[in-house]
């Protein structure tokens, strides 16, 4: 079983449809969790960044964390063509030196 | 300005050859990284180091041997191409070892060996 669970979809949506894109995991020590952006042969570009259990929003991004659940959701409201991308979840822990990520999800946001 | 390169973007080489991809950071950054991304659009950690210090090395055939001659460079050399080393490399930098630092990912290298 991997350490990070991810849909690999692909999701597809209307355009200004709210979308939920969600990660679950194993591993108890993750404390921090990203989300990162990544378009067709680009590198991923950081979107989120969440401390322990919680909310947090930019714009129309908000990041949930659950650790009771070890589940967390990214939430793209209003979501846009340009929004059409492969979201990956990643995430770490105290004394750990790398990200571990999800296989990410295609999110295809139809005009 | 780019904050992290690499170069070459594509690199197309036959089995058995050796070949070489650098990455250069200019954020002041402390701690590079590559990490492998497959067909299936997974990434897996390969190599960090730390201001020229290798702190990790996962499950990596011996053919790859990164090298990092300052701390804004970490280049990636891989020895004896095979078939299954076809993927995307990228590298990354970060601030801070370990908890809470946010790694900034630089555009990919695509190898194909054939």
């Known amino acids: 079983q991997k350490e990070v669970e991810q849909d690999p979809g692909p999701l597809s949506v209307p355009e200004g449809a709210i979308v939920s894109l969600n990660c679950t995991y194993s591993n108890s020590a993750f404390q921090y969790f990203m989300w990162y952006r990544q378009y067709s042969r680009k590198g991923p570009e950081l979107l989120m960044y969440?401390?322990?259990?919680g909310n947090k929003e930019d714009g129309r991004f908000t990041a949930q964390v659950d650790k009771s659940s070890k589940y967390i959701s990214l939430f793209i409201r209003d979501s846009q063509p340009s929004d059409s991308a492969t979201y990956l979840c990643?995430?770490?822990?105290?004394?750990?030196?790398?990200?571990?990520f999800g296989s990410g999800t295609r999110l295809q946001v139809q005009p | 300005d780019t904050a992290v390169s690499q170069t070459p973007k594509y690199l197309v080489t036959q089995m058995g050859n050796d070949k070489s991809i650098k990455c250069e950071q200019n954020?002041?950054?402390?701690?590079m990284y590559w990490y492998k991304q497959d067909s299936k659009k997974f990434l897996k950690i390969m190599f960090s180091?730390?201001?020229?210090?290798?702190?990790i090395n996962e499950t990596v055939p011996n053919r790859f041997s990164p090298k990092s001659p300052d701390k804004a460079h970490l280049n990636l050399h891989i020895n004896s191409l095979e078939l299954g080393d076809s993927a995307v490399y990228f590298c990354?930098?970060?601030?801070?070892?370990?908890?809470?630092?946010?790694?900034?990912f630089g555009p990919g290298t695509r190898l194909l060996v054939l």
């Open positions: 969440t401390y322990s259990s």
């Open positions: 180091y730390n201001n020229k210090e290798l702190i």
């Open positions: 990643a995430m770490t822990g105290t004394g750990r030196r790398a990200l571990t």
């Open positions: 990354a930098s970060s601030q801070v070892i370990g908890s809470g630092e946010t790694q900034y």
């Open positions: 954020l002041g950054h402390d701690t």
